[in-house]
Antibody, heavy 121, light 112 residues
Framework: EVQLVQSGAEVKKPGESLKISCKGS????????IGWVRQMPGKGLEWMGI????????RYSPSFQGQVTISADKSISTAYLQWSSLKASDTAMYYC??????????????WGQGTLVTVSS | QSVLTQPPSVSGAPGQRVTISCTGS?????????VHWYQQLPGTAPKLLIY???NRPSGVPDRFSGSKSGTSASLAITGLQAEDEADYYC????????????FGGGTKVTVL
């Protein structure tokens, strides 16, 4: 069974750094792109970026380029999303997703349970 | 402002049929890229509902169907049930945004 299990909720102050994780299991982690999707409170879904754990090739949405860093450690089947300096506007639920399909008609066939990030002074 | 446009809400009585539209442009749906749909039940992560315009993953009831024509796509729910009350999102690829996957703004389905 394919599973994406994310790290727990975080409460941080503006300016702090943060790294959240997503551990994949039940499939070949290095053979599928993993992505991150943001959902701000009461709002819709936004694609942030993707990484191919097999070679760490990474692509970012123009809206998130330079704002976050996506990485992966294939030895432990885990992808990461990190911030160097959080802002209040980073408060959101973050989902990791597995991408499936042929480029560019890819879709997100499995979703993690979400990690709630709250940034408040 | 989402690249793909969905109505904010639709509603229907149990047993009725409702449809959700997803309108794009010549750089996404109109360019021939596939449309996919997700269901987000309250307080849960989204779940893939329809992929490649009209295909259902294993376990998705056949009450859900998708279609695509021109620059738009639609999700239909027939025989609406109380458990279908959720947010629904369409998703496609857009070639005008340095190659980005884009979502619609979401549609809240209310079962009356």
């Amino acid at each position: 069974e394919v599973q994406l299990v994310q790290s727990g909720a975080e409460v941080k102050k503006p300016g702090e750094s943060l790294k959240i994780s997503c551990k994949g299991s039940g499939y070949s982690f290095t053979s599928y792109w993993i992505g991150w999707v943001r959902q701000m409170p009461g709002k819709g879904l936004e694609w942030m970026g993707i990484i191919y754990p097999g070679d760490s090739d990474t692509r970012y949405s123009p809206s998130f380029q330079g704002q976050v860093t996506i990485s992966a450690d294939k030895s432990i089947s885990t992808a990461y999303l990190q911030w160097s300096s959080l802002k209040a506007s980073d408060t959101a639920m973050y989902y990791c997703v597995r991408l499936y399909g042929d480029y560019p008609d890819r879709y997100f066939d499995y979703w993690g349970q979400g990690t709630l990030v709250t940034v408040s002074s | 402002q989402s690249v793909l446009t969905q109505p904010p809400s639709v509603s229907g009585a149990p047993g009725q049929r409702v449809t959700i539209s997803c309108t794009g442009s010549s750089s996404n749906i109109g360019a021939g890229y596939d449309v996919h749909w997700y269901q987000q039940l309250p307080g849960t992560a989204p779940k893939l509902l329809i992929y490649d315009n009209s295909n259902r993953p294993s376990g998705v009831p056949d009450r859900f169907s998708g279609s695509k024509s021109g620059t738009s796509a639609s999700l239909a729910i027939t025989g609406l049930q109380a458990e279908d009350e959720a947010d629904y999102y369409c998703q496609s690829y857009d070639s005008s945004l340095s190659g980005s996957w884009v979502f619609g703004g979401g549609t809240k389905v209310t079962v009356l």
